[in-house]
């Protein structure tokens, strides 16, 4: 296993370091991931050793090394974790998360019935990801056409799951992301398929495919892509290929899942358990003060004098004594837009080396275009070749407003590097 991993980093960038230990605070590293709820592994380097200890929603499965001299962190799908390092934890239902689509929850006053109905006014088929940031958990709704089918949280299936999702929403402060799949997918994965080969070679994976196919006629049966940062599918029906998307044929683990037979759904009905009024809770402000004081762990409000978060529990005081960088790093999650630009700003007036992987993660998983602008212009500010990189693929981006100033950018610096 350990040789396999250190193969595969070879062709990864870590979204963390490689960084001396004498220039890091690990507990606060892993605060951040912790409070973030990130599955990756870090990596712990020494000339004696290479220590792997895998995190899987902000929890660590392991222990830490008593010495090493560089960290990394690398981001990884779920799946990816339990087969490399054999977690004793059931699989995640693996969701392929391409580009998210934008929802102005702004525009929506935050009410949470009104969230609702602009999803049936998309008519998408895909799913929500609401992460609660205080509980530290995840729960998903499943939408075929925007109708919600089924939703799901680590304890709940069905309307109980969706029942704690909108209490989440209304009481606790969530990041929220609708991603789209195609309805044979959506349809296979939440018809309860069962596991019945997994393989590190696709030949081998796509022959079982076809012969296990065949045998079972009439039943979809469905190959996984499984790489560390995403999920791909392959579809058979009697021995042919039906359907395929995102699928990566030089993935490191391939799954298969067979179904008895395809879920009917009943459409459910999330009006059922909003309260009249209710808002998604991105912030409040406090009667007493016309600050807004925001845990950095849990992003909850909080009083000015609260030394613990009253949510998650974190020690605020700890937060005080970090550098600056570090705060910036945590800064750059902030559930209020215009304090994430503000950041962001910030990250690339200082020419932060550090929060450079973190902006490559944003600008591949956000679709906010204004957002997306300020990651642009805060890399045009930095001097760092990894900056330069990023800059040249967002001037291929979707969105025209966001290729357009990154090509702008690329050009305004060629012509002030050919001065010199």
């Excluded at 830490?64 to 799946?79: A, I, W």
């Excluded at 999702?165 to 959506?186: H, P």
């Excluded at 800064?331 to 200082?350: D, S, Y």
């Amino acid at each position: 296993m350990r040789k396999e991993l250190l193969g595969l980093l070879k062709k990864a960038k870590p979204a963390l370091g490689p960084i001396h230990r004498d220039a890091v605070n690990l507990s606060w590293i892993l605060e951040i991931h912790s409070s973030s709820l990130q599955t990756g592994f870090y990596v712990f380097q020494s000339l004696e050793q290479t220590h792997f200890l895998p995190m899987v929603n902000g929890a660590l499965w392991g222990d830490l090394p008593e010495y090493f001299e560089m960290l990394s962190f690398y981001k990884s799908t779920r799946n990816f974790l339990i087969h490399h390092f054999q977690l004793p934890v059931s699989p995640d239902i693996p969701l392929c998360k391409g580009e998210p689509i934008w929802i102005n929850l702004e525009s929506l006053s935050f009410n949470i019935k009104e969230f609702f109905r602009k999803l049936e006014e998309f008519s998408t088929t895909g799913f929500v990801e609401v992460e609660d940031r205080v509980k530290r958990e995840k729960g998903y709704i499943f939408l075929q056409n925007g109708l919600i089918v089924d939703a799901r949280t680590e304890q709940q299936k069905g309307r109980e799951a969706l029942k704690q999702i909108i209490k989440n929403l209304s009481e606790n402060v969530c990041l929220i992301n609708l991603y789209q799949l195609e309805d044979i997918v959506l349809s296979f994965l939440l018809s309860d398929p069962k596991m019945v080969s997994v393989s590190s070679k696709l030949e081998d994976a796509q022959e079982f495919c076809q012969e296990l196919s065949k045998r079972y006629m009439g039943h979809p049966l469905l190959l996984i892509s499984v790489s560390m940062q995403d999920y791909g599918y392959r579809v058979f029906m009697d021995g042919y290929v039906i359907y395929q998307g995102a699928f990566d044929e030089e993935a490191d683990v391939f799954e298969v899942y067979l179904v008895n037979q395809i879920k009917q759904f009943d459409i459910l009905n999330p009006y059922d358990y909003i309260e009249e009024g209710s808002k998604i809770k991105t912030f409040r402000s406090d009667d007493e003060s016309h600050i807004i004081y925001f845990c950095p762990a849990c992003w909850s409000v909080i009083s000015e004098k609260d030394k613990l978060c009253p949510n998650c529990g974190y020690d605020i005081t700890e937060f005080h004594k970090m550098p600056y960088e570090y705060k910036l790093l945590m800064g750059l999650e902030h559930p209020v837009l215009e304090m994430r630009i503000n950041v962001i700003h910030t990250v690339g007036m200082k020419n932060l080396v550090s929060a450079l992987p973190q902006l490559e993660y944003m600008a591949n998983k956000e679709s906010n275009p204004i957002l997306l602008m300020a990651i642009v212009d805060a890399l045009g500010k930095m001097s760092h070749v990894e900056a330069l990189e990023l800059l040249r693929k967002l001037s291929h981006h979707t969105y025209p407003i966001v290729r357009s100033r990154a090509k702008y950018i690329l050009d305004r610096k060629i012509i002030k590097e050919n001065r010199f």
